[in-house]
């Protein structure tokens, strides 16, 4: 697997998808950090004052914004670079050479990961460059800091487990990047439908308005979209399962149990692994 995964490094360097992606998170990094310190300024902010950034979290609100995309991205990538390789017939020429299928699979995993890791970190990287200037350092605990990142990793890991396990078994490359894409996005939707049924209110109030134009509050009734008991249950355990409902989680800084989150991201990652290997073992590839 090492001559594989060193082939596929050398490629990664002369891959126009792969700088083209870094250059876009490096970029989307920047202006995220710049374009929150203008809207600052704009709304009379004075940053200069420690009590402000502490109360806004500012640099957080940005820095963990690419929880929402890298999936997104990997996706794209991913497809690409795998779906190359089945239209340039590397994939029989590794296998002629003496390769085992299960060594090209995880090859090609590993290096897709990487390859999205450091979008991920190019990102990062770029944001606390900009950000930390101008927006002052974390005010959020470091240990939610810290749990957000390892758990934001072991999420992409995750989506490049399913993304390979498509791209891997579908020799058509435009066929594998829009089932990517399609698949990425539907989940994604699913995702901030199970979040607002799950942050819908328990009780809601209204408001009346009185004979001589007085406005009161009405008395709390019970919300009809309120979600209980064993719905309730799978709403979230589905939220926390999937990689984009991660993804809102980590964006926003909204999770509570960051160990569960990454179990259930080592699940994925591993049943998708283990499936897309069993699969690409038996594909014919004539």
Do not use: H
């Amino acid at each position: 697997m090492t001559e594989l995964l060193s082939a596929n490094f050398l490629r990664l360097r002369k891959t126009n998808a792969f700088w083209g992606s870094l250059g876009v998170c490096v970029g989307l990094g920047a202006l995220a950090a710049l374009g929150e310190f203008r809207s600052q300024v704009g709304l009379g902010a004075d940053l200069s004052v420690p009590e402000v950034i502490q109360a806004k979290a500012l640099l957080e609100g940005q820095f963990f914004e690419y929880a929402a995309f890298i999936g997104i991205l990997a996706a794209e990538f991913i497809a690409l670079f795998v779906g190359t390789e089945y239209s340039d017939g590397a994939i029989r020429n590794k296998i002629v050479v003496g390769q085992s299928r299960l060594s090209i699979y995880f090859a090609n995993l590993i290096s897709g990961f990487t390859a999205s890791f450091l979008c991920m970190a190019g990102y990062m990287l770029s944001c606390l460059a900009v950000g930390a200037p101008l927006l002052g350092w974390f005010t959020k605990p470091a240990p939610l800091l810290l749990s957000a990142i390892a758990g934001s990793v072991v999420m992409l890991a995750a989506f490049c487990a399913m993304f390979t396990f498509v791209s891997m078994n579908c020799a058509k490359k435009s066929t594998s990047v829009v089932i990517c894409l399609l698949g990425v996005f539907a989940l994604l939707i699913f995702a901030v439908y199970l979040n607002a049924a799950l942050e819908a209110p328990e009780f809601i109030q209204s408001y009346e308005l009185s004979v001589d134009g007085q406005v009161a509050l009405a008395p709390l009734e019970p919300n009809p979209m309120y979600i209980t008991g064993a719905k309730r249950e799978l709403y979230q355990f589905l939220y926390d399962l999937l990689p984009t409902g991660q993804s809102v989680q980590y964006t926003t800084l909204g999770f509570t149990d960051p160990l569960r989150l990454m179990g259930l991201s080592a699940v994925v990652a591993a049943v998708f692994s283990a499936a897309g290997a069993t699969l690409f073992r038996r594909k014919d590839l004539k």
